[in-house]
């Protein structure tokens, strides 16, 4: 028993760092994204050759307002009802496919901030959501853990 | 800091409603910006075509004077950067700068390249594309538009200067026009943008703060303070009067501490006697606060369990009762 509530510690203290690191993926990539922008623009040129023409920028516009929207709306749902935050990494995912979308459209240098900006948001939302929700499983296993201590002594 | 409540409300409200603002003042800022642009490029377009047809009967009637003082004209207005005119081969003819005369352009700059980039150039371009924006040596943004003048019948039989039926195009018209006023009004509008972001911000989170204070961290706070007094025991010095979730727990708070209160003085009482036969005769009145089973539980819970007082001044008064 003890050692599965100090496997459960060790787990929920790897986990409420889960949405920092997040951040620090979505942080990196937007560094490198800025400083490769002649890159992406390449690349861009050859999807276009393979997909197609890519949206236009408005309709990007468009998609980050509702991404962000519905990310930020998601994430106060979860920490309402307090259930386990799962799946950090995907919002770095779906940000990646914004700068690539921005970038085969050719405008990724006017909304790179907006990118930026929409990531940082959401994934440091995640990452409180994520903070906050293992410190309260860590303080239930570590009282459980002195329960023990306790009923151990007495008997 | 963290672990204060107060905190921990705030930093999630500030957070998302600062990211969501600032994410979508720079999505409202860039499309505002390619509106301005476009409508920018479709005046350029316009003027390029108003010149064209203006220009059309001076060409015709081969009226190079005439043609030298439109362009002359329309250059000197303060946001027209340049207006010039070359032939097929890229040799300038007109010009608002009339240095350039004579000279060639470069088919591989930024407005050219369009329709010079295959093997055989492009005769016709959409609105959007026949625009481009550089940097000219002053270190100002242009805005050039190029419209072609094609060659129609009234050109090619035109007893002025001839020209060859099958050529398409005589001639470009290239218009340049300064961007300075509009990256001015970009600058004017990010600053406004960026103070009313800052005024709502102050305004959302200011609310949500005094709306939380009010209603959250002051009767929080006034409840921690009673509950340490209650802890210490002088409970009735100051019973906060709450409104909600947070009076009722006032009130079970009080009603645990008196009935802790009371539990204290009946083991005083009890203490005090001396008797066996009298201590029993106090249980027997009071059989719910001292039966048999629970009672020195409820002393430890009354006095500690460190400081149970039937342990040190009479170690047999368990058994006893």
């Given at each position: 028993?003890?050692?599965?509530?100090?496997?459960?510690?060790?787990?929920?203290?790897?986990?409420?760092?889960?949405g920092?690191?997040?951040?620090?993926?979505?942080?990196?990539?937007?560094?490198?994204?800025n400083?490769?922008?002649?890159?992406?623009?390449?690349?861009?040129?050859?999807?276009?050759?393979l997909?197609?023409?890519?949206?236009?920028?408005?309709?990007?516009?468009?998609?980050?307002?509702?991404?962000?929207f519905?990310?930020v709306?998601?994430?106060?749902?979860?920490?309402?009802?307090g259930?386990?935050?799962?799946?950090?990494?995907?919002?770095?995912?779906?940000?990646?496919?914004f700068?690539?979308?921005?970038?085969?459209?050719?405008?990724?240098?006017?909304?790179?901030?907006?990118?930026?900006?929409?990531?940082?948001?959401?994934?440091?939302?995640?990452?409180y959501?994520?903070?906050?929700?293992?410190?309260?499983?860590?303080r239930?296993?570590?009282?459980?853990?002195?329960?023990?201590?306790r009923?151990?002594?007495?008997? | 800091?963290?672990?204060?409540?107060?905190?921990?409300?705030?930093?999630?409200?500030?957070?998302?409603?600062?990211?969501?603002?600032?994410?979508?003042?720079?999505?409202?800022?860039?499309?505002?910006?390619?509106?301005?642009v476009?409508?920018?490029t479709?005046?350029?377009?316009?003027?390029?075509?108003?010149?064209?047809?203006?220009?059309?009967?001076?060409?015709?009637?081969?009226?190079?004077?005439?043609?030298?003082?439109?362009?002359?004209?329309?250059?000197?207005?303060?946001?027209?950067?340049?207006v010039r005119?070359?032939?097929?081969k890229?040799?300038?003819?007109f010009?608002?700068?009339?240095?350039?005369?004579?000279?060639?352009?470069?088919?591989?700059?930024?407005?050219c390249?369009?329709?010079?980039?295959?093997?055989?150039?492009?005769?016709?371009?959409?609105?959007?594309?026949?625009?481009?924006?550089?940097?000219?040596?002053?270190?100002?943004?242009?805005?050039?538009v190029?419209?072609?003048i094609?060659?129609?019948?009234?050109?090619?039989?035109?007893?002025?200067?001839?020209h060859?039926?099958?050529?398409?195009?005589l001639?470009?018209?290239?218009?340049?026009?300064?961007?300075?006023?509009?990256?001015?009004?970009?600058?004017?509008?990010?600053?406004?943008?960026?103070?009313?972001?800052?005024?709502?911000?102050?305004?959302?989170?200011?609310?949500?703060?005094?709306i939380l204070?009010?209603?959250?961290f002051?009767?929080?706070?006034?409840?921690?303070?009673?509950?340490?007094?209650?802890?210490?025991?002088?409970?009735?010095?100051?019973?906060?009067?709450?409104?909600?979730?947070?009076?009722?727990?006032?009130?079970?708070?009080?009603?645990?501490?008196?009935?802790?209160?009371?539990?204290?003085?009946?083991?005083?009482?009890?203490?005090?006697?001396t008797?066996?036969?009298?201590?029993?005769?106090?249980?027997?009145?009071?059989?719910?606060?001292?039966s048999?089973?629970?009672?020195?539980?409820?002393?430890?819970c009354?006095?500690?369990?460190?400081?149970?007082?039937?342990a040190?001044?009479?170690?047999?008064?368990?058994?006893?009762?």
């Amino acid at each position: 028993m003890r050692q599965k509530i100090q496997e459960q510690i060790r787990l929920c203290e790897q986990r409420s760092n889960y949405g920092l690191w997040a951040l620090a993926l979505f942080v990196a990539i937007s560094i490198a994204a800025n400083s490769q922008f002649h890159l992406l623009a390449e690349l861009a040129l050859k999807w276009r050759t393979l997909l197609g023409p890519p949206p236009p920028a408005n309709w990007i516009n468009g998609a980050l307002f509702i991404y962000s929207f519905s990310a930020v709306i998601q994430i106060f749902t979860r920490m309402m009802q307090g259930t386990e935050p799962r799946g950090t990494i995907f919002p770095v995912i779906y940000l990646l496919l914004f700068y690539l979308f921005y970038g085969a459209s050719g405008a990724q240098i006017e909304h790179f901030w907006a990118v930026l900006a929409a990531g940082i948001t959401i994934l440091g939302l995640e990452s409180y959501s994520c903070w906050s929700y293992y410190q309260t499983e860590l303080r239930s296993a570590r009282e459980e853990l002195d329960r023990l201590d306790r009923l151990g002594k007495l008997s | 800091m963290l672990k204060n409540i107060c905190t921990r409300t705030v930093i999630p409200v500030a957070i998302a409603v600062t990211g969501f603002v600032i994410v979508c003042c720079l999505l409202l800022y860039s499309m505002i910006r390619e509106d301005m642009v476009k409508v920018s490029t479709i005046h350029g377009t316009n003027l390029a075509d108003t010149l064209t047809r203006s220009a059309r009967y001076s060409m015709l009637n081969d009226d190079r004077e005439a043609l030298n003082n439109l362009i002359a004209n329309v250059g000197a207005q303060e946001e027209v950067e340049h207006v010039r005119i070359f032939n097929k081969k890229g040799r300038i003819a007109f010009s608002s700068e009339t240095r350039e005369v004579g000279r060639y352009v470069d088919k591989n700059a930024a407005g050219c390249i369009a329709c010079h980039a295959g093997a055989v150039p492009k005769h016709t371009l959409e609105g959007m594309q026949q625009a481009r924006t550089y940097e000219n040596p002053q270190g100002e943004q242009v805005l050039a538009v190029t419209a072609s003048i094609f060659n129609e019948p009234t050109c090619a039989n035109g007893s002025c200067h001839v020209h060859d039926a099958t050529q398409a195009i005589l001639g470009i018209l290239d218009v340049g026009l300064d961007q300075e006023p509009l990256r001015h009004a970009l600058v004017t509008l990010r600053w406004r943008m960026t103070i009313f972001t800052l005024m709502i911000l102050c305004l959302t989170i200011g609310g949500v703060v005094a709306i939380l204070n009010l209603n959250l961290f002051v009767p929080f706070r006034r409840l921690m303070r009673f509950t340490e007094g209650a802890a210490d025991g002088n409970i009735r010095e100051d019973v906060p009067h709450l409104d909600g979730e947070l009076g009722t727990l006032v009130e079970k708070i009080c009603g645990i501490h008196e009935e802790q209160r009371s539990a204290r003085q009946k083991v005083s009482i009890l203490l005090s006697v001396t008797c066996i036969n009298r201590r029993k005769e106090l249980i027997g009145h009071f059989p719910n606060e001292f039966s048999e089973n629970d009672f020195p539980q409820r002393l430890t819970c009354c006095y500690g369990e460190r400081s149970n007082p039937l342990a040190p001044e009479d170690p047999g008064a368990n058994s006893s009762l």
